[in-house]
DNA sequence: AGCTGTGGCAGGGAGG
DNA sequence: CCTCCCTGCCAC
């Protein structure tokens, strides 16, 4: 294994490790059955700008400049010498002088940016060489859930409200061990201490639960507060610590209590789901229940209970509750283990612990492979580049309309590829790291891949996968890195010339294909969806066709056919939709389908792509009059008409933002401020439109969508009728106009006749392309040689 | 205590 | 009316 990668520390028993005051670090050994802690110490061991600046300093401690940047590295100092602890009161003597912010302490002194934890992390990183050994069906893992009771009048549970209070704690652990704490025999306190003491008595390694951070642990930990319990879950019997943190996927943040159980890993399945649909964003929402069903993972008959519902079942029907509470962390325990693999995998990898791995975002990961090679090579650090990154992906629409058949051919692994191909690293990585691991990762994952494929018994055809998703995890995320203001090594020109880059191969391959009298529909970053030239028509044609276009492209880019479809839909850029020969749609682009249109538009949509691409325009003006009736009628519930949307801020931020004028205000948040309940950043929001004004003017026409009452509908269906129509104009560019007029027209005083009614394709814009996108081979020097 | 990127569309408020 | 600007959501 590439210790580059893996690490080289040769302890390979080391179960977790925990920081033990300011220059310790407690490492928990497995020896044979028994798990025991030592304690370790660690170097002090700073970063320290302008080290021209200390006095004493003595080049053996290693200093280097940036060659040609005017820049100096940071200091790594990894002993320490007599004049040490002056020099770091002159260099912070100088730094407060020159009101640098990030002042941290240190024993008695204030320190810049003291990194104790990847030093202890490349130290200590043999702390993960028992994950190297082991499958991740070696760990024992325990699963939690609680119920809690919500005082009647209230929608939600709150640990400290009085009669608020858990009533059921469902355990299950991965020996198959299951276990129910219930309120009905024990008090809450004996219930506490019945948690904790199964915990100890079972000692996981790691604890999940859906949502445990933000709900169960901090209601637990709540709960123990009012009842003077311990909860000594940690295996030093410490309590848990926990901490206020925030991860992003994408652009939506999501704000949580990270809690740390001493010599044990948590793993919450929601972060889980969220790092995983980050990237293929398919889930309609990160319920376990949906989840489960997702991935079809729910129990044969399992039991279902609604939240609202939970304190009802308690008072009148308490062993379903506990069946449902059961079925819980049953879907937990294999939502986890179809979700965590790749981050125990990493684990082996990565200076870092499972749990804090399950939870930590690409670019830290990398950078962790990065700095723990510098730090071995006793080489200095860069300080991150100022800047931004100026180039995206290519995107563009060509043609508009119903289109077919249709091909989707796509550059596997765009970005990586090019980085690789033309050496494209950053400027600040003097010991040429960076596209090793990115070599190395790369054929780890075929190689891996491969081994998978070739595969037949589930379990290791499943670690085998959970492996390979976890090094392209990693590889996909060496650009973003690049362009990452906050990253060590990013280097934003970098970023651009691969994103420059990849536009150009793009624009080559559209040449290409029209230079065979394919008809290119639509292009983003790294696929086009096109028409074959006629004679090219079965699959194997389509493949071969494909082929001959990678074969275009330089050494090192491959083309592949990646999906064929029946028809396209073309609307606007990164906006279509697809017919398969299954047929089954896919609608992409938000558009289309987006979480932010009211239900029934959504629906609506849907439905008129559907009758669109099976050509069925009765079909389509029935589905226009039966949603103008029932909205005219007040037929639709509120579910179908509330909008949600996700806050992105803490109110307390909106508000300062609003008074400061820098923002408008929005619905949601009045919505949510009106409500009166705790919000926090990442929570969702229903409401809908009151009144009778089409077009409501201000944010005192929402109203939250609990408050709606079926029996006295107050939404306002002139306002729902102008949605209405705004969803129906969308296929105005589809029609002629009087045909569009006649399909979306609930007026029944001539009955509508869908004969005559044909579609339309229309020529978005012909970019001329230059002279050095011409396809012919040869050209590509200019980025080859990179 | 920790945070990967750009491009594009829709919708709403503010102000001309 | 329109344009500008911001936010949310989505594609890759």
Same mark, same amino acid.
């Given at each position: 294994?590439?210790?580059?990668?893996?690490?080289?520390?040769?302890?390979?028993?080391?179960?977790?490790? +925990? +920081?033990?005051?300011?220059?310790?670090?407690?490492?928990?050994?497995?020896?044979?059955?028994?798990?025991?802690?030592?304690?370790?110490?660690?170097?002090?061991?700073?970063?320290?700008?302008?080290?021209?600046?200390?006095?004493?300093?003595?080049?053996?401690?290693?200093?280097?400049?940036?060659?040609?940047?005017?820049?100096?590295?940071?200091?790594?100092?990894?002993?320490?010498?007599?004049?040490?602890?002056?020099?770091?009161?002159?260099?912070?003597?100088?730094?407060?002088?020159?009101?640098?912010?990030?002042?941290?302490?240190?024993?008695?002194?204030?320190?810049?940016?003291?990194?104790?934890?990847?030093?202890?992390?490349?130290?200590?990183?043999?702390?993960?060489?028992?994950?190297?050994?082991?499958?991740?069906?070696?760990?024992?893992?325990?699963?939690?859930?609680?119920?809690?009771?919500?005082?009647?009048?209230?929608?939600?549970?709150?640990?400290?409200?009085?009669?608020?209070?858990?009533?059921?704690?469902?355990?299950?652990?991965?020996?198959?061990?299951?276990?129910?704490?219930?309120?009905?025999?024990?008090?809450?306190?004996?219930?506490?201490?019945?948690?904790?003491?199964?915990?100890?008595?079972?000692?996981?390694?790691?604890?999940?639960?859906?949502?445990?951070?933000?709900?169960?642990?901090?209601?637990?930990?709540?709960?123990?507060?009012?009842?003077?319990?311990?909860?000594?879950?940690?295996?030093?019997?410490?309590?848990?610590?926990?901490?206020?943190?925030?991860?992003?996927?994408?652009?939506?943040?999501?704000?949580?209590?990270?809690?740390?159980?001493?010599?044990?890993?948590?793993?919450?399945?929601?972060?889980?789901?969220?790092?995983?649909?980050?990237?293929?964003?398919?889930?309609?929402?990160?319920?376990?229940?949906?989840?489960?069903?997702?991935?079809?993972?729910?129990?044969?008959?399992?039991?279902?209970?609604?939240?609202?519902?939970?304190?009802?079942?308690?008072?009148?029907?308490?062993?379903?509750?506990?069946?449902?509470?059961?079925?819980?962390?049953?879907?937990?325990?294999?939502?986890?283990?179809?979700?965590?693999?790749?981050?125990?995998?990493?684990?082996?990898?990565?200076?870092?612990?499972?749990?804090?791995?399950?939870?930590?975002?690409?670019?830290?990961?990398?950078?962790?492979?990065?700095?723990?090679?510098?730090?071995?090579?006793?080489?200095?650090?860069?300080?991150?580049?100022?800047?931004?990154?100026?180039?995206?992906?290519?995107?563009?629409?060509?043609?508009?309309?119903?289109?077919?058949?249709?091909?989707?051919?796509?550059?596997?692994?765009?970005?990586?590829?090019?980085?690789?191909?033309?050496?494209?690293?950053?400027?600040?990585?003097?010991?040429?790291?960076?596209?090793?691991?990115?070599?190395?990762?790369?054929?780890?994952?075929?190689?891996?891949?491969?081994?998978?494929?070739?595969?037949?018994?589930?379990?290791?055809?499943?670690?085998?996968?959970?492996?390979?998703?976890?090094?392209?995890?990693?590889?996909?995320?060496?650009?973003?890195?690049?362009?990452?203001?906050?990253?060590?090594?990013?280097?934003?020109?970098?970023?651009?010339?691969?994103?420059?880059?990849?536009?150009?191969?793009?624009?080559?391959?559209?040449?290409?294909?029209?230079?065979?009298?394919?008809?290119?529909?639509?292009?983003?970053?790294?696929?086009?969806?096109?028409?074959?030239?006629?004679?090219?028509?079965?699959?194997? +044609?389509?493949?071969?066709?494909?082929?001959?276009?990678?074969?275009?492209?330089?050494?090192?880019?491959?083309?592949?056919?990646?999906?064929?479809?029946?028809?396209?839909?073309?609307?606007?850029?990164?906006?279509?939709?697809?017919?398969?020969?299954?047929?089954?749609?896919?609608?992409?682009?938000?558009?289309?389908?987006?979480?932010?249109?009211?239900?029934?538009?959504?629906?609506?949509?849907?439905?008129?792509?559907?009758?669109?691409?099976?050509?069925?325009?009765?079909?389509?003006?029935?589905?226009?009059?039966?949603?103008?009736?029932?909205?005219?009628?007040?037929?639709?519930?509120?579910?179908?008409?509330?909008?949600?949307?996700?806050?992105?801020?803490?109110?307390?931020?909106?508000?300062?933002?609003?008074?400061?004028?820098?923002?408008?205000?929005?619905?949601?948040?009045?919505?949510?401020?009106?409500?009166?309940?705790?919000?926090?950043?990442?929570?969702?929001?229903?409401?809908?439109?009151?009144?009778?004004?089409?077009?409501?003017?201000?944010?005192?026409?929402?109203?939250?969508?609990?408050?709606?009452?079926?029996?006295?509908?107050?939404?306002?269906?002139?306002?729902?009728?102008?949605?209405?129509?705004?969803?129906?104009?969308?296929?105005?560019?589809?029609?002629?106009? +009087?045909?569009?007029?006649?399909?979306?027209?609930?007026?029944?005083?001539?009955?509508?006749?869908?004969?005559?009614?044909?579609?339309?394709?229309?020529?978005?814009?012909?970019?001329?392309?230059?002279?050095?996108?011409?396809?012919?081979?040869?050209?590509?020097?200019?980025?080859?040689?990179?």
């Amino acid at each position: 294994m590439n210790p580059v990668l893996f690490g080289h520390s040769p302890d390979p028993r080391i179960v977790a490790t +925990q +920081q033990a005051g300011d220059d310790a670090m407690r490492v928990y050994i497995r020896t044979g059955e028994t798990i025991v802690a030592e304690e370790r110490p660690f170097y002090p061991f700073f970063f320290l700008s302008e080290p021209e600046l200390i006095e004493g300093f003595h080049r053996k401690h290693w200093v280097r400049r940036l060659e040609g940047t005017g820049v100096y590295g940071h200091l790594c100092v990894f002993e320490e010498w007599p004049a040490m602890w002056d020099a770091v009161r002159h260099i912070l003597d100088s730094y407060n002088r020159h009101a640098v912010p990030k002042i941290e302490s240190y024993q008695d002194l204030d320190v810049i940016h003291l990194i104790g934890d990847p030093v202890t992390q490349y130290l200590m990183q043999s702390g993960r060489t028992m994950f190297k050994e082991m499958t991740f069906g070696d760990l024992h893992r325990l699963q939690l859930d609680i119920e809690t009771y919500t005082t009647p009048g209230h929608r939600f549970s709150n640990a400290t409200r009085a009669g608020d209070r858990i009533i059921l704690v469902a355990l299950s652990d991965s020996t198959g061990w299951e276990h129910v704490i219930d309120g009905r025999k024990l008090s809450e306190e004996r219930m506490l201490e019945e948690l904790v003491r199964c915990v100890r008595d079972r000692d996981p390694d790691v604890i999940e639960g859906h949502n445990i951070f933000n709900f169960d642990l901090p209601y637990i930990l709540a709960r123990c507060a009012l009842h003077g319990v311990t909860l000594s879950l940690g295996r030093d019997g410490s309590v848990p610590r926990s901490f206020d943190s925030r991860t992003s996927f994408a652009e939506h943040a999501f704000e949580y209590t990270a809690t740390d159980i001493a010599g044990r890993h948590v793993i919450d399945t929601l972060l889980l789901l969220q790092s995983y649909d980050a990237v293929r964003r398919n889930m309609e929402s990160y319920g376990l229940k949906y989840a489960a069903q997702y991935f079809g993972l729910s129990p044969a008959g399992r039991t279902y209970v609604p939240g609202e519902k939970i304190s009802w079942y308690w008072d009148n029907e308490p062993a379903t509750l506990v069946a449902y509470a059961l079925d819980d962390v049953r879907e937990t325990a294999a939502l986890s283990a179809h979700l965590s693999g790749s981050s125990f995998y990493l684990t082996q990898m990565l200076p870092y612990g499972f749990g804090t791995v399950a939870r930590m975002g690409s670019a830290a990961k990398i950078e962790s492979l990065l700095v723990r090679e510098y730090l071995r090579r006793k080489h200095a650090l860069p300080r991150p580049r100022e800047g931004a990154q100026t180039t995206g992906g290519y995107t563009d629409v060509f043609l508009t309309g119903v289109l077919g058949p249709v091909v989707h051919a796509d550059v596997e692994s765009l970005y990586p590829s090019i980085m690789l191909t033309g050496s494209i690293a950053p400027g600040t990585d003097d010991l040429g790291v960076f596209l090793g691991l990115l070599k190395d990762l790369t054929t780890m994952r075929l190689d891996t891949k491969r081994a998978m494929l070739r595969t037949e018994e589930p379990i290791e055809r499943s670690r085998l996968d959970a492996m390979q998703s976890s090094f392209k995890i990693l590889i996909n995320s060496f650009y973003g890195y690049l362009g990452y203001n906050r990253a060590l090594f990013n280097d934003h020109a970098r970023a651009d010339e691969v994103t420059k880059t990849g536009q150009k191969i793009l624009r080559t391959m559209i040449a290409a294909i029209r230079a065979e009298a394919g008809k290119v529909v639509e292009v983003d970053t790294d696929g086009i969806f096109f028409v074959p030239p006629v004679g090219v028509d079965t699959a194997d +044609q389509e493949s071969a066709f494909v082929s001959v276009l990678s074969s275009r492209l330089p050494e090192g880019i491959t083309v592949a056919m990646n999906g064929r479809y029946r028809k396209i839909l073309s609307y606007k850029k990164k906006n279509y939709a697809l017919l398969g020969y299954d047929n089954k749609i896919r609608i992409k682009g938000s558009s289309l389908v987006s979480r932010s249109m009211e239900q029934f538009g959504r629906t609506f949509v849907h439905h008129c792509i559907d009758s669109i691409l099976h050509g069925n325009f009765d079909g389509l003006h029935t589905l226009y009059v039966q949603y103008h009736t029932s909205i005219l009628s007040h037929g639709l519930d509120v579910r179908d008409f509330a909008r949600v949307e996700t806050l992105k801020d803490t109110v307390a931020f909106y508000e300062e933002e609003v008074k400061a004028g820098r923002r408008n205000r929005s619905a949601a948040y009045t919505v949510a401020i009106a409500s009166g309940r705790p919000v926090r950043a990442g929570d969702r929001i229903a409401y809908y439109i009151t009144g009778n004004d089409p077009n409501p003017r201000g944010t005192d026409h929402c109203k939250a969508a609990e408050e709606w009452d079926p029996n006295f509908p107050d939404d306002n269906s002139a306002y729902y009728m102008r949605r209405l129509n705004e969803f129906s104009e969308k296929f105005a560019v589809f029609f002629q106009p +009087q045909d569009f007029r006649a399909i979306f027209s609930a007026d029944d005083l001539f009955p509508f006749d869908p004969a005559g009614v044909a579609l339309l394709i229309s020529d978005v814009v012909e970019e001329p392309l230059s002279e050095e996108d011409d396809p012919r081979p040869g050209t590509f020097g200019i980025w080859l040689e990179g």
